[in-house]
């Protein structure tokens, strides 16, 4: 999971990738690079990446759009230092192109709109309540022909899906203070907001899903 929008994954930063790789091997990429392939537009798309943890999402973006505008909103301290080092070590043709801020949803501008959101393991850090209210300040922000593209962990289908999930959510909820202590309704909040989803993919046994949200 990226991070909260408080500094409570700065704990986790230095381990967190080593630690993901380690549960769920390669799965969690695989989800993310499969719905920037189904539906991150092209162009000078104007893109928020919000809890993208440690940057690595950066490199998937611009390697399929290099023209892309980014904002990549990141509440933990740490976790955004690390993006920016990923950058300007790895891609510093591209610095230009993304502004780091540090701070959470409500940093967000009035003013500024985004042709793509991008919440991957982000939601479902979440109770329901402060779900909702993050959802609709996204929304605010997306265009209307603009595309929200999600990956995270699907709702459990197997009682492995329950059994991990639930040592996942204690984990998180001892080291970094999330607020949700089982998965929230993502998609029904997501509906609620009059988006409709495409698949993108489905792995990890099922348990982690790609789609690609746009207006009804």
């Given at each position: 999971m990226p991070s909260l929008p408080d500094s409570g994954f700065d704990f986790?930063?230095?381990?967190?990738?080593?630690l993901a790789q380690l549960v769920y091997g390669p799965a969690l990429r695989r989800a993310q690079q499969a719905v920037l392939t189904a539906g991150l537009p092209t162009?000078?798309?104007?893109?928020?990446?919000?809890?993208?943890?440690?940057?690595?999402?950066?490199?998937?973006?611009?390697?399929?759009?290099?023209a892309a505008r980014l904002l990549y909103l990141e509440a933990s301290?740490?976790?955004?230092?690390?993006?920016?080092?990923?950058?300007h070590r790895r891609l510093p043709q591209h610095a230009a192109q993304?502004?780091?801020?540090?701070?959470?949803?409500?940093?967000?501008?009035?003013?500024?709109?985004?042709e793509a959101v991008l919440t991957f393991f982000f939601l479902d850090l979440f109770e329901p309540t402060r779900l909702r209210d993050i959802v609709g300040r996204l929304?605010?922000?997306?265009?209307?022909?603009?595309v929200w593209l999600l990956a995270d962990f699907g709702p459990p289908k197997a009682w492995w899906h329950r059994l991990l999930l639930g040592?996942?959510?204690?984990?998180?909820?001892?080291?970094t203070g999330i607020s949700a202590r089982h998965r929230p309704p993502?998609?029904?909040?997501?509906?609620?907001?009059?988006?409709?989803?495409?698949?993108?993919?489905?792995?990890?046994?099922?348990m982690v899903e790609a789609s690609v949200w746009r207006a009804a």
């Amino acid at each position: 999971m990226p991070s909260l929008p408080d500094s409570g994954f700065d704990f986790v930063a230095a381990f967190y990738d080593p630690l993901a790789q380690l549960v769920y091997g390669p799965a969690l990429r695989r989800a993310q690079q499969a719905v920037l392939t189904a539906g991150l537009p092209t162009g000078a798309a104007r893109v928020l990446i919000i809890g993208g943890g440690t940057g690595w999402v950066l490199g998937e973006v611009l390697r399929r759009n290099p023209a892309a505008r980014l904002l990549y909103l990141e509440a933990s301290p740490r976790m955004l230092h690390q993006s920016q080092e990923w950058l300007h070590r790895r891609l510093p043709q591209h610095a230009a192109q993304v502004e780091f801020r540090l701070g959470t949803e409500a940093a967000l501008q009035p003013q500024e709109l985004f042709e793509a959101v991008l919440t991957f393991f982000f939601l479902d850090l979440f109770e329901p309540t402060r779900l909702r209210d993050i959802v609709g300040r996204l929304r605010t922000a997306l265009v209307p022909t603009g595309v929200w593209l999600l990956a995270d962990f699907g709702p459990p289908k197997a009682w492995w899906h329950r059994l991990l999930l639930g040592l996942m959510y204690h984990f998180f909820g001892l080291t970094t203070g999330i607020s949700a202590r089982h998965r929230p309704p993502i998609e029904a909040e997501l509906h609620r907001i009059g988006l409709m989803p495409e698949a993108a993919g489905q792995f990890f046994g099922r348990m982690v899903e790609a789609s690609v949200w746009r207006a009804a």
